[in-house]
């Protein structure tokens, strides 16, 4: 796959031959656990399918192509991506972390990692000469999310990325809410590219995966091998549901951006609401960072109800209509969630609170709807 193909060829293409026995145009769904072998060891490159499958390797590789990467690995879940990134590390190294984050990886830096020896900081990181300060001899990596769940915050990659580099350490960027067709971090230097597949990538909610992208032979050595051994790896059926996702990834995206705009523009006018939090405003922290790494600003949105009161939240969100009360984001249908009570429900109150996730702060994943019925839904539910 020619390296200077724009975007949306690569989305279609990339990865994807016709199937070289019947000549279908779609990957087939390579539904096998294992692989006949005329003599012992010899094989077509495929021996078991936890190791590699046809289907999942076709994915890999066109997701690797979506952000510039050399190498591609897909996972059951984007928390298990997360924990394949952990066992690079041994006990007692640390890693630096923003202090917004995914309620999911909080939890599973300090109720399982922390009990294996490794050290976390949560930290804020609008600038990297504050992270520099927390680096030691034992830090080995630096994780970030740009923009940050939930309160969109936006890290300087390219900044972060000189300062690990400085350092010998490993950077890994979180790039779920951007996804690659808005940021591509290793681009910008990051060594490792992490995604939650379930959100923008798949985009129909009926899919749960995850997937790291790389350019480092050595490492991705040591992450394939981490993911054949621990073996959480996604099927067949799955891979196929997101190579057809990811199709349409670049037309869903920017009626995801167009749609956010509006309503991001329409609740920062209301009445009701108190702050407000997406990177496409000239206010928000980090704007012109965020000008500078994305293309677009995307359509996840925060804001938070003046009062601050946690039923004003609960019943803003159980009015919802359109907008439908769920976890997760990034399909086409758009998603409201609670973080306090949800996403973000394993992070202890002070913690959270220190980060704007407050009791009346509502998170909206924009979907791909009309957005005139998305701003009555919201109307309606605010009234």
Known sequence: ?????????????????????????MTPI????????PTPGEHKGYEYSRTQNPTRHALEKNLAALENGKHGLAFASGLASIDACMRLLNPGEEVIS?????????????KVHENYGLNFHFIGMDTPQHAEQYITEKTKMIWIETPTNPTMNIIDIKGFAELAKRHNILLVVDNTFASPYLQNPLDLGADIVMHSVTKYIGGHSDVVMGFLALNDDA????????????GA?????????????????HLRIQRHCENGAVVAKWLKAHPKVDRMYWPGFEDHPNHEVAKEQ????????????KGDKLEDAYRVVSKMEVF?????????????????????????????EKTGVTDSLIRL?????????LIADLEQALS
């Open 30 to 37: 390579y539904q096998t656990s294992t692989y006949a072998q």
């Open 365 to 373: 994943s924009v979907g791909v709807e009309d957005v005139d019925d």
């Open 324 to 352: 439908t009360l769920a976890e997760s984001l990034g399909g086409v249908e758009s998603l409201a969630g609670h973080p306090a009570s949800m996403t973000h429900a394993a992070i202890p109150k002070e913690e959270r």
């Open 1 to 25: 796959m020619n390296k200077e193909m724009k975007f949306a060829t690569k989305a279609i293409h990339a990865g994807v031959e016709p199937d070289a026995a019947t000549g279908a145009i």
């Open 233 to 249: 790896v996604p099927g067949p059926m799955d891979s196929f549901l997101v190579l057809r996702g990811i199709k349409t990834l």
């Open 294 to 305: 994305m293309r677009d600003f995307g359509g996840m949105i925060s804001f938070s109800l």
């Open 98 to 110: 923003t202090n917004d984050l995914y309620g999911g990886t909080y939890r599973l830096y300090t």
């Open 219 to 230: 490492l991705q050595e040591r992450l394939a091998f981490i993911q054949n051994s621990v």
